[in-house]
């Protein structure tokens, strides 16, 4: 065993996650878990080429032998000249290069002594007495520009290095700042056995060059440190990554059990954004509802439904287990009016990578998401998103879930593009800085044993969040959030009727306009006399006759043929067993409408929580009023549920705006908020209401209880926001301090 592993190289653990990818069908990015590799209209990564179905994590490996590295400096404008590309970074040769050993203070404690010489506008790095490129993790590349320093890891997922302000902040952060010299010793004695934890630092150092942050012009290399310490969402991607990095082996799981097996779920995914018009310098909100892809070839139209795979592929003679995670989600942005980009079905679709269970619940990934183009007549417009962690929580058993919730954050920006030959094409400017808070619902796809009919339940809890937009765009009319049962529920084999009642115990109606403190709707209208008609096949035409909801029920979508355009399109899921239904949604017929997403789940006894159970929390909070609109990421929150009172803990990261004054828009920061003592809990059928009238009457938590008491589907109001969340029972929630 010893002599295998001594005999593959690290990069083989790379090969084994392509393996994997291929498992999933999907061939064609497979390489993309590791990195983009000679991907020719972004040439090396370094310039403003840009090209769809790649992340920005470009590398150019060409004419390389096997000890050599080939190695990109990039400073900020101001700091030396060079050629121009994207992120306000320029490429250059002025630079003096080493590769050194260091310790856990980033001292050298050996000098590699390398040959290194240009060519062209990099560095050529030859490992004279070796046969290939070492990768341990305390191998640094250091480059000195005039008065500045910058590092990068010498362990790429690639052999070409792109050194700057990305790679220095993550040598810094994880190990001058994290990691202990155990920590180092520990991760090279894993690397050498081809353990999982091996799987997470290589892909670490290319996707953080993924990041669309522009980085000051004339920073220095500690100023780009500092201001990217202050960009929430990349500091807490590289903090989320180094939890991952420094695991304890026995915490580490994955789906076992056969050598290789697969896990397909349907995607019911629902965005809710804050997002920068460059052009104008106005902020504007946007929602994210799901689609079905489409695309054209010589062979016909083909498509695409929301989904998200888990392949689990056993390498048995390294006595290895990986389990391979690969998404592709279709979507509509609406702004109501507000941006032209909006209508065109594009996609949030991520590169297959690895990932763990850990603990024998929480999925954690890191996930580079794909760039895409979008085309409207003459009009060319790249997307270009940032990577975001998944830390997702199986429900049930592990080899067999019945379902996979997560909610993040992820930001990017929206490019005009020029076209510099057939599909080749530049970043001209940068249209939209983007920053979505996202929800996302994963039920198993339906197999041949889960029969075609549908058999609801007769009772379900619901929650619902909706925006609904102003006229003229930019900014949601309303806020809805709503908790109820669906206490009438009949159908056939295709279709359900579901009528929505707010009435029942801890039922409510929250309601958020700009300006004006929640309110609670106590009429009727819309919900309680509304049908939900769920529909068992998704080629079902629209009419004025249908209810303002209308959903199609999508599984496994193998067997269903559609060849015609303009056919209604899947909005929502349905588990096997029947327990679980979400959907995502754009504005119905009904005038009082929204974007939404809804959560539907059959309650029985089971569902019950204990006290003294800790929640770690995720989900994220809209404000409004004149003073400041806000979007709130939760991360690192937690929800203790106590017999006398409930902590509530809440941190993560916050983009607003003050609509007052045009140029407020801050980029993603983080926030803490007071920790709160409210009271306990006290739930009935299923459902639960926590509040505390005295010490803070403003806030309010309700939801409904599922998976035995393991999950918590919640929604939040203070006085002026409104929020919906998801609460993952664990032992230990991160940054619990009850826990």
């Given at each position: 065993?010893?002599?295998?592993?001594?005999?593959?190289?690290?990069?083989?653990?790379?090969?084994?996650?392509?393996?994997?990818?291929?498992?999933?069908?999907?061939?064609?990015?497979?390489?993309?878990?590791?990195?983009?590799?000679?991907?020719?209209?972004?040439?090396?990564?370094?310039?403003?080429?840009?090209?769809?179905?790649?992340?920005?994590?470009?590398?150019?490996?060409?004419?390389?032998?096997?000890?050599?590295?080939?190695?990109?400096?990039?400073?900020?404008?101001?700091?030396?000249?060079?050629?121009?590309?994207?992120?306000?970074?320029?490429?250059?040769?002025?630079?003096?290069?080493?590769?050194?050993?260091?310790?856990?203070?980033?001292?050298?404690?050996?000098?590699?002594?390398?040959?290194?010489?240009?060519?062209?506008?990099?560095?050529?790095?030859?490992?004279?007495?070796?046969?290939?490129?070492?990768?341990?993790?305390?191998?640094?590349?250091?480059?000195?520009?005039?008065?500045?320093?910058?590092?990068?890891?010498?362990?790429?997922?690639?052999?070409?290095?792109?050194?700057?302000?990305?790679?220095?902040?993550?040598?810094?952060?994880?190990?001058?700042?994290?990691?202990?010299?155990?920590?180092?010793?520990?991760?090279?004695?894993?690397?050498?056995?081809?353990?999982?934890?091996?799987?997470?630092?290589s892909p670490l150092v290319d996707q953080v060059q993924n990041f669309e942050i522009d980085i000051p012009s004339n920073s220095s290399a500690g100023q780009a440190r500092s201001f990217l310490d202050e960009r929430a969402d990349f500091a807490d991607f590289v903090a989320q990554a180094t939890q991952a990095l420094t695991l304890d082996q026995d915490r580490i799981g994955s789906l076992e059990?056969?050598?290789?097996?697969?896990?397909?779920?349907n995607t019911v995914y629902f965005g809710t954004s804050l997002n920068l018009d460059r052009t104008e310098n106005t902020p504007f909100w946007a929602t994210r509802t799901i689609s079905r892809g489409e695309s054209v070839s010589n062979n016909g139209v083909g498509f695409a439904y929301p989904s998200l795979t888990l392949t689990s592929f056993a390498v048995e003679l390294l006595d290895l287990?990986?389990?391979?995670?690969?998404?592709?989600?279709?979507?509509?942005?609406?702004?109501?009016?507000?941006?032209?980009?909006?209508?065109?079905?594009?996609?949030?679709?991520?590169?297959?990578?690895?990932?763990?269970?850990?603990?024998?619940?929480?999925?954690?990934?890191?996930?580079?998401?794909?760039?895409?183009?979008?085309?409207?007549?003459?009009?060319?417009?790249?997307?270009?998103?940032?990577?975001?962690?998944?830390?997702?929580?199986?429900?049930?058993?592990?080899?067999?879930?019945?379902?996979?919730?997560?909610?993040?954050?992820?930001?990017?920006?929206?490019?005009?593009?020029?076209?510099?030959?057939?599909?080749?094409?530049?970043?001209?400017?940068?249209?939209?800085?983007?920053?979505?808070?996202?929800?996302?619902?994963?039920?198993?796809?339906?197999?041949?044993?889960?029969?075609?009919?549908?058999?609801?339940?007769?009772?379900?809890?619901?929650?619902?969040?909706?925006?609904?937009?102003?006229?003229?765009?930019?900014?949601?009319?309303?806020?809805?959030?709503?908790?109820?049962?669906?206490?009438?529920?009949?159908?056939?084999?295709?279709?359900?009727?579901?009528?929505?009642?707010?009435?029942?115990?801890?039922?409510?109606?929250?309601?958020?306009?700009?300006?004006?403190?929640?309110?609670?709707?106590?009429?009727?209208?819309?919900?309680?006399?509304?049908?939900?008609?769920?529909?068992?096949?998704?080629?079902?035409?629209?009419?004025?006759?249908?209810?303002?909801?209308?959903?199609?029920?999508?599984?496994?979508?193998?067997?269903?043929?559609?060849?015609?355009?303009?056919?209604?399109?899947?909005?929502?899921?349905?588990?096997?067993?029947?327990?679980?239904?979400?959907?995502?949604?754009?504005?119905?017929?009904?005038?009082?409408?929204?974007?939404?997403?809804?959560?539907?789940?059959?309650?029985?006894?089971?569902?019950?929580?204990?006290?003294?159970?800790?929640?770690?929390?995720?989900?994220?909070?809209?404000?409004?009023?004149?003073?400041?609109?806000?979007?709130?990421?939760?991360?690192?929150?937690?929800?203790?549920?106590?017999?006398?009172?409930?902590?509530?803990?809440?941190?993560?990261?916050?983009?607003?705006?003050?609509?007052?004054?045009?140029?407020?828009?801050?980029?993603?920061?983080?926030?803490?908020?007071?920790?709160?003592?409210?009271?306990?809990?006290?739930?009935?059928?299923?459902?639960?209401?926590?509040?505390?009238?005295?010490?803070?009457?403003?806030?309010?938590?309700?939801?409904?209880?599922?998976?035995?008491?393991?999950?918590?589907?919640?929604?939040?109001?203070?006085?002026?926001?409104?929020?919906?969340?998801?609460?993952?029972?664990?032992?230990?929630?991160?940054?619990?301090?009850?826990?």
């Amino acid at each position: 065993m010893y002599l295998l592993t001594k005999l593959l190289p690290h990069t083989a653990l790379m090969a084994v996650i392509t393996a994997s990818a291929l498992l999933t069908g999907c061939l064609e990015s497979a390489s993309e878990s590791a990195s983009n590799v000679n991907s020719f209209p972004q040439g090396d990564g370094t310039g403003s080429g840009f090209s769809e179905s790649t992340t920005g994590s470009v590398t150019n490996e060409s004419n390389l032998d096997r000890n050599q590295v080939r190695v990109s400096v990039q400073v900020p404008e101001g700091i030396a000249d060079g050629e121009g590309g994207r992120r306000n970074l320029l490429t250059t040769t002025n630079a003096d290069l080493s590769v050194t050993r260091v310790d856990e203070n980033l001292q050298t404690v050996d000098d590699l002594n390398p040959r290194i010489k240009t060519e062209d506008n990099a560095f050529i790095i030859t490992f004279r007495d070796r046969s290939q490129v070492p990768s341990d993790i305390d191998l640094i590349v250091t480059a000195t520009v005039g008065s500045n320093t910058y590092q990068a890891p010498l362990a790429a997922g690639s052999r070409h290095v792109r050194l700057n302000p990305f790679t220095d902040y993550l040598v810094h952060r994880v190990i001058d700042d994290e990691l202990s010299q155990t920590d180092i010793n520990n991760l090279k004695t894993c690397s050498e056995n081809l353990c999982p934890q091996a799987l997470v630092w290589s892909p670490l150092v290319d996707q953080v060059q993924n990041f669309e942050i522009d980085i000051p012009s004339n920073s220095s290399a500690g100023q780009a440190r500092s201001f990217l310490d202050e960009r929430a969402d990349f500091a807490d991607f590289v903090a989320q990554a180094t939890q991952a990095l420094t695991l304890d082996q026995d915490r580490i799981g994955s789906l076992e059990g056969v050598a290789t097996s697969t896990t397909s779920f349907n995607t019911v995914y629902f965005g809710t954004s804050l997002n920068l018009d460059r052009t104008e310098n106005t902020p504007f909100w946007a929602t994210r509802t799901i689609s079905r892809g489409e695309s054209v070839s010589n062979n016909g139209v083909g498509f695409a439904y929301p989904s998200l795979t888990l392949t689990s592929f056993a390498v048995e003679l390294l006595d290895l287990n990986i389990t391979s995670l690969a998404s592709d989600v279709p979507y509509i942005r609406n702004s109501a009016g507000f941006s032209d980009l909006d209508g065109i079905t594009n996609s949030h679709s991520t590169s297959p990578g690895p990932a763990f269970i850990r603990d024998g619940q929480s999925l954690i990934a890191s996930r580079p998401v794909f760039q895409s183009i979008t085309r409207q007549g003459d009009r060319t417009t790249g997307w270009a998103p940032d990577p975001h962690y998944l830390a997702g929580y199986l429900l049930g058993e592990t080899n067999d879930p019945e379902a996979l919730l997560s909610s993040y954050f992820h930001a990017g920006k929206t490019l005009s593009l020029t076209a510099t030959g057939d599909e080749q094409f530049d970043r001209d400017k940068t249209l939209e800085e983007q920053a979505t808070s996202a929800l996302e619902i994963n039920l198993p796809q339906w197999g041949d044993s889960d029969g075609t009919s549908l058999n609801p339940h007769p009772d379900y809890n619901l929650i619902g969040f909706e925006l609904i937009p102003a006229d003229g765009g930019g900014s949601p009319a309303m806020v809805r959030a709503t908790l109820g049962a669906w206490n009438s529920i009949f159908g056939d084999d295709e279709r359900i009727t579901a009528n929505e009642d707010t009435s029942v115990s801890d039922g409510v109606v929250w309601e958020l306009t700009n300006n004006a403190p929640v309110g609670t709707n106590t009429g009727t209208a819309p919900y309680d006399e509304a049908g939900f008609d769920i529909n068992a096949i998704d080629i079902q035409f629209s009419s004025d006759g249908d209810p303002a909801f209308k959903g199609h029920v999508f599984y496994n979508h193998d067997t269903v043929e559609i060849q015609e355009a303009g056919l209604g399109k899947p909005n929502g899921s349905i588990s096997p067993d029947h327990r679980w239904m979400a959907f995502s949604a754009r504005s119905g017929s009904g005038t009082d409408t929204g974007d939404f997403i809804r959560i539907a789940h059959h309650h029985d006894g089971e569902d019950s929580i204990t006290f003294g159970d800790a929640y770690r929390l995720v989900g994220y909070d809209i404000t409004l009023n004149n003073d400041e609109e806000q979007l709130e990421q939760l991360n690192g929150s937690c929800l203790v549920a106590g017999g006398s009172n409930t902590l509530l803990v809440e941190r993560g990261l916050r983009v607003s705006h003050t609509p007052s004054n045009t140029g407020s828009y801050t980029s993603p920061e983080a926030f803490e908020n007071p920790d709160l003592e409210l009271d306990s809990i006290e739930p009935q059928a299923g459902r639960f209401t926590i509040a505390d009238s005295d010490t803070d009457p403003n806030t309010v938590i309700k939801g409904f209880i599922a998976d035995e008491g393991n999950t918590l589907v919640m929604l939040k109001k203070t006085e002026q926001s409104l929020g919906i969340m998801l609460g993952f029972r664990e032992d230990e929630p991160a940054g619990c301090p009850s826990s």
